[in-house]
């Protein structure tokens, strides 16, 4: 008699996980999606901001430059200081 997880019975291990996985998956699909529902827009991060605001403009800017036009464009403001 073989031993649980010797090579002999790996095979026939294999088959009932995926037969699991199977019947899981099924049942999964079985089930209503639920519908998508639109979420508040979550703020820019300052580099995608930067990013944006440094290939719409036609110069280079050094950093004050692209934080004012960040707020002018209304893509991204300061924190204040406050760190999450």
Excluded: H
Aim: charged content about 25%.
């Amino acid at each position: 008699m073989a031993r649980k997880g010797t090579i002999k019975n790996m095979g026939k291990m294999q088959r009932e996980m995926s037969d699991a996985r199977k019947s899981r998956n099924a049942a999964k699909a079985a089930q209503p999606s639920k519908e998508m529902t639109s979420s508040p827009s979550k703020r820019i991060s300052a580099l995608s901001a930067a990013a944006q605001v440094l290939a719409a403009s036609e110069v280079p800017m050094r950093a004050k430059e692209m934080i004012a036009a960040m707020d002018a464009k209304g893509l991204w403001t300061s924190p204040g200081g406050k760190t999450p």
